[in-house]
């Protein structure tokens, strides 16, 4: 069946510093690729996504490129903020009927000042 | 602006009760999602349903029930509380029609303790 692997951490970084959370997936067809982000005490919200391979997807600082030769998604940003620190999920979605989002463990983020 | 709330945020409960978690969404969507956030675990789906009258199982259903009499409602119902089913839990929404799954927003979750 599909599923997605990703670095569970915690990753701990300094404020500025450069993230990179590494997604791979399995899936049959061609699913699209989402990264949703928790903060605390707060539900899942969708922090972007990429529906078709090569496609790129971008919101707030981070970016993550949907890689169909090495079935990843990684996510990056090139300067990390302290309210970053969240935990983040990459997850899939084959967008047929019957066939529900399949989500990663998620990797918790900490930046520190 | 529309949205997807749960109620009660948290709750108590003791072994053996039944409790039940409300949804209640104003997108007008199709397909609502029940689910369970643990540590280890990830997010794993309990319940899933695609429109009024239709429920399906996901992974982890044992001992959950819900219904769906209404598009905006989608209840999650444990019938014999268990130790096993403290968590956090979430609810989700998405549109979709003719067989499509859109993005999921989910709402903020309700943390169950069960003594």
């Known amino acids: ?14 404020e500025e510093a450069f993230l990179t959370i590494n997604c791979t997936y399995t899936a ?12 605390p005490g707060e539900g899942l919200q969708l922090l972007l996504k990429a529906t078709k391979a090569d496609d790129k997807g971008s919101n707030k600082g ?35 009927y019957g066939q529900n989002f399949v989500f990663g463990p998620g990797t918790r983020l900490s930046v520190l000042p | 602006d529309a949205e997807i709330t749960q109620s009660p945020r948290h ?23 029940w689910y369970r956030q643990d540590l280890g675990h990830g997010l794993r789906l309990i319940h899933y ?18 219904s769906r009499s209404n598009t905006e409602d989608l209840p999650l119902t444990l019938e014999s509380a268990a130790s096993s089913q403290t968590s956090v839990y979430f609810c989700a929404s998405s549109e979709g029609a003719s067989g499509n799954i859109g993005e999921l927003f989910f709402g903020e979750g309700s943390r169950l303790t069960v003594l």
């Open chain 1, 1 to 14: 069946g599909d599923s997605v692997t990703q670095m569970e951490g915690p990753v701990t970084l300094s």
């Open chain 1, 62 to 96: 981070f970016e993550a490129t949907y890689r169909k030769e090495t079935t990843s998604f990684h996510l990056e940003k090139g300067s990390v903020q302290v309210s970053d620190s969240a935990v983040y999920f990459c997850a899939l979605s084959r967008m047929v």
């Open chain 1, 28 to 39: 049959t067809g061609y699913p699209s690729l989402f990264w949703y982000v928790q903060y």
């Open chain 2, 11 to 33: 709750k108590i409960t003791e072994t053996g009760r039944q409790v039940t978690l409300a949804c209640h969404q104003t997108w007008n969507h199709n397909n609502m999602f």
């Open chain 2, 49 to 66: 349903s695609y429109g009024v009258q239709d429920t399906n199982k996901g992974e982890v259903s044992d001992g959950y029930s819900v």
